[in-house]
C-alpha cells in the first residue's frame, strides 16, 4: 500500500465517520501485503474485519468462493476496499457483493489505481478513472456520493508510480418490495456471470506483489 491510499482512506474515515460510535467496517482484499487500513478503525466501539482469498495477516474472513462473500446482506455499516479492485478479474461480481452486504444508508469508500505499473497479485487487470466509478454506481444502483482523482504521482514501492481514484458511495434506503426486486436481479446478474466464468476457467500466474 503506498502512502497517499493510507491518507486517502483516513481522510474519508475522518470526514464521514469521526461522529459515529458505533460500526461493523469490513474490508475487501485486506492481506496485509506492506500495510493495511485496519489503524484507521481500531476504535473500541467499532468493528473492523477483513476479507480476502487467502489467511494471512490482517484477514478475518478467508473466501471460500471469490465472488461471494459469507456475510449476511444488508449487513454491514460501512464496506471499504483500497488497491484491491485492480487485481479482481471480474470486478463486477465482487462489486455486487460490496453492494450487497452494506445496509441501506451504508457507505462503501472504494480506492483504486488510475494509473502505476503492473503489479500483479497475481493479476493486474485494471485502472480506473471517475467515470468508471460512476458506472459502478448505476451498475449497483447506488449513489456517488464524491469521486477524485490524484493527478500528482505518489512514488509508492519498488520505484513505482500512482495515482488513485478515490469515491464514496451510499446504498439508498429502499421499501421492502424495492429490496425484494433489487435482491432478486442481484442473483440474476450474480449467477449469470458466475455461469460465464466457470465456462471459460484458466489459470494464474504466480504472484509478484510491489504494492
Known sequence: MHPSSFDHMQDLARRY????????VLDI??????G?????FDRPSWRYQGLDLSAGPNVDIVLAT????????????????GQAFEHIEFFWLTWLELVRVVRPGGLIFLIAPSS??????PVDC???????FRALARYGAVKLIEVSTDW???PGPHDCQWMDTVGVFRKPEVTPFERIVAGL?????????????????????ESSPTQ
Open 17 to 24: 465517520l469521526a461522529r459515529e460510535r458505533s460500526l461493523h
Open 185 to 205: 436481479e442481484h442473483i440474476v446478474l450474480q449467477r449469470l456471470s458466475e455461469w460465464i466464468v466457470r465456462r471459460h476457467p484458466r489459470g494464474h500466474p
Open 152 to 154: 500528482k504521482r505518489d
Open 36 to 40: 493495511s487500513y485496519r489503524p484507521i
Open 29 to 34: 482484499g485486506s492481506y496485509d501485503v506492506n
Open 66 to 81: 471469490p465472488y461471494r462473500f459469507p456475510v449476511k446482506s444488508n449487513s454491514v455499516d460501512v464496506v471499504i476496499s
Open 126 to 132: 485494471w485502472r480506473y478513472y471517475p467515470d468508471g
Open 116 to 121: 502505476g505499473a503492473p503489479h500483479r497479485y
